[in-house]
């Protein structure tokens, strides 16, 4: 146990995390450099294509130190973006330590500070590395200070690297063996293992990640989940080397898998206690943060032959994707469709992608909601996340929203902009305070409704690119709740209905009927386009009559580039819906979520 090291890496987005990852990977020689390919930890498409990291991913990485020994070094991947917290802090638990990677350009930002505390709490070790040093733009000396003022760390043990030259990898090796503690933990005491993670595997089934923490597990063993009480017997124990390493037992302070025949990840839950069925410990161990979904969404099919493929699509995705949330949902527009719960709009729209791109489904998304709690005129309360739901509002006696903590850190000159866009999000300032280099972070308070719309990308966009951005949900407070429905031709589409504070209702109205009459083509009769609260009609826009004859062009003959047109038209029509007599395309449920 003396030879093993667990930790992670956490660090703001883009600081570098993958590519440093697979610069320790590759010196640990697990795998050939052939064989290798960059930013290997990120295995999902979608996570390569945007560089973010989501998924967990832990890796076994045997280094031979100074000292003559060879360590287990176990890297426990952590996603870094803010909607994936709560896995961090679930990897987190099981390490000793964390290296703390700061981009030495960019410097400390919102969440280099969240993923601190979080080290923090779970008592880690922290071993600093300033990363980017190749960048003409590195400024390591004002770094140097973030971390001693910012941070309260000690700026004499960071360790200076290039992740993308390959400089410094050998000196983090060597710093996470000399300075991290050893695991402790009894091999005869009984089971206690940590679930940090689990993925399916379509021949084995889910295979859990886990970090045991008291005792020894073997293959053949029949263990119990605490949490429920479900037993396994256990087929197969092994590590993480890129590839499935059998082993014949895993010990106290070890990190690795197990497979006992779990059909899918569901079953198993991320926090959970593994113990010995015959000799269970006595008590779980303590428990994590569970991933609640905040953000919710209909999605449907455009095509009305497409919810069979769709049901399969979400079956398949929900075995590698326990915080997926979703129940049957139908809409008098769209269908039959599922109502889904995500962790943040990220989460949403990574499911989005892998829905289009791996199952090749054409999908519309309802305007993302929070959950709102109704208390009745009888006394009664009713929760609501879905606008179709929405009561009779005469039978409510007052409605609430979560609300957030927000830390965001930004130069000081932009903090003008930045009160302007949270007081316009109904925020709260709650507090500032000076960090080191003319920064600021700033504290607010705001209404999680306000922030799951294109928060951080205005966020971005006023601070041209240097705000970051962080939060905690903190309680639920009273609002002034409406719902705001879109008529087309009189019709209500109640697809494009959404929940929204009072105050921003006629702007918000506004801003979709005419985003509404751009996305809507014109067709052979005019389509009134209406927002309404209630009876009362509070925006409308109108498109007026068109008749589009796609072959008017192709004069005379050429009947086969006719054909065409008429297929190319046929196509884009795949993308439309129809709802009453007007074609309404995939662009204008979008349309409806923009702000501005
Ligand atoms: P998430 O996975 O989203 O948390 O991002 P990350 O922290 O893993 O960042 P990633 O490794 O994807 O790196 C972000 C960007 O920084 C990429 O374009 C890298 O090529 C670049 N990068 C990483 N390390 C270095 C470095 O040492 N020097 C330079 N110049 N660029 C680097």
Redesign the pocket.
């Given at each position: 146990m003396k030879n093993i090291r667990n930790f992670s890496i956490i660090?703001?987005?883009?600081?570098?995390?993958?590519?440093?990852?697979?610069r320790l990977i590759q010196s640990s020689k697990i795998i050939s450099d052939r064989d290798f390919k960059d930013?290997i930890l990120?295995t999902m498409d979608i996570?390569r294509e945007?560089?973010?990291?989501i998924k967990s991913q832990t890796v076994c990485l045997p280094y031979k130190s100074k000292d003559g020994k060879t360590y287990d070094l176990n890297l426990i991947d952590t996603?870094?973006?803010v909607d994936f917290t709560y896995e961090v802090s679930r990897a987190l638990a099981s390490c000793e330590g964390a290296l703390l990677?700061v981009?030495?350009s960019q410097g400390v930002e919102a969440q280099t500070l969240a993923n601190l505390y979080l080290a923090l709490e779970h008592n880690l070790e922290i071993i600093p590395v300033i990363?980017?040093?190749?960048?003409p733009s590195a400024d390591i000396d004002r770094v140097k200070d973030q971390i001693e003022e910012d941070l309260g760390l000690d700026p004499e043990t960071a360790i200076l690297?290039?992740?993308?030259?390959g400089?410094g990898i050998d000196d983090v090796m060597e710093a996470t063996v000399r300075m991290l503690p050893p695991p402790v933990g009894d091999a005869a005491a009984p089971l206690e293992a940590l679930i940090f993670d689990s993925h399916y595997d379509p021949f084995r089934g889910t295979i859990v990640h886990f970090r045991i923490k008291q005792g020894t597990i073997r293959a053949g063993d029949r263990i119990r989940f605490m949490s429920n009480n479900a037993t396994y017997k256990v087929e197969e124990v092994g590590v993480f080397q890129i590839v499935r390493v059998p082993k014949k037992e895993l010990c106290a302070g070890e990190v690795g898998y197990m497979i006992a025949g779990i059909k899918t990840v569901s079953d198993t839950r991320c926090g959970d206690t593994v113990t010995d069925h015959r000799r269970p410990c006595s008590k779980p161990l303590p428990g994590f943060k569970e991933a609640k979904p905040v953000v919710f969404s209909s999605i449907y099919p455009v095509a009305s032959d497409g919810y069979e493929d769709l049901v399969v699509a979400m079956e398949k995705l929900k075995l590698n994707d326990a915080s997926l949330i979703y129940e049957k949902d139908s809409s008098a527009a769209l269908g039959f469709g599922f109502r889904c719960g995500f962790l943040g709009l990220l989460h949403l729209e990574v499911v989005q992608e892998r829905l289009e791109r791996e199952y090749d489904l054409s999908l519309i998304l309802t305007a993302p909601s929070v959950r709102y709690r109704l208390i009745m005129n009888d006394g009664d309360e009713l929760i609501i996340d879905n606008p179709a739901l929405y009561p009779d509002p005469t039978n409510i006696e007052y409605a609430m929203e979560p609300f957030i903590k927000a830390a965001i850190i930004v130069p000081d000159r932009y903090m003008g902009a930045v009160m302007k866009l949270c007081l316009e999000r109904r925020g709260i300032n709650k507090n500032y305070q000076y960090l080191t280099n003319n920064r600021l972070e700033m504290i607010f308070e705001l209404p999680l409704g306000e922030v799951i719309y294109d928060f951080y990308d205005r966020l971005k966009s006023i601070t041209q690119g240097y705000g970051s951005f962080d939060y905690e949900l903190i309680e639920y407070r009273r609002t002034d709740l409406v719902k705001l429905d879109f008529l087309i031709n009189g019709e209500r589409v109640d697809a494009l209905s959404m929940l929204i504070h009072r105050d921003n209702a006629v702007a918000r109205a506004r801003v979709a009927c005419s985003k509404l009459k751009d996305e809507i083509p014109r067709q052979m009769f005019k389509i009134a386009i209406q927002g309404a609260i209630g009876g009362n009609i509070i925006s409308r826009s109108t498109v007026s009559a068109f008749r589009k004859d796609v072959t008017a062009k192709c004069y005379g003959g050429d009947i086969s580039r006719k054909r065409k047109l008429l297929e190319k038209q046929k196509k884009g029509k795949k993308r439309m819906k129809m709802v009453g007599q007007v074609m309404l395309p995939q662009s204008a449920f979008l349309a409806v979520l923009k702000t501005d």
């Open positions: 660090a703001h987005i883009d600081h570098g995390k993958s590519t440093l990852s697979d930013q990120d996570e945007r560089g973010i990291t996603p870094g973006h990677l981009d030495a990363n980017k040093i190749d960048l690297v290039s992740a993308k030259e400089l």
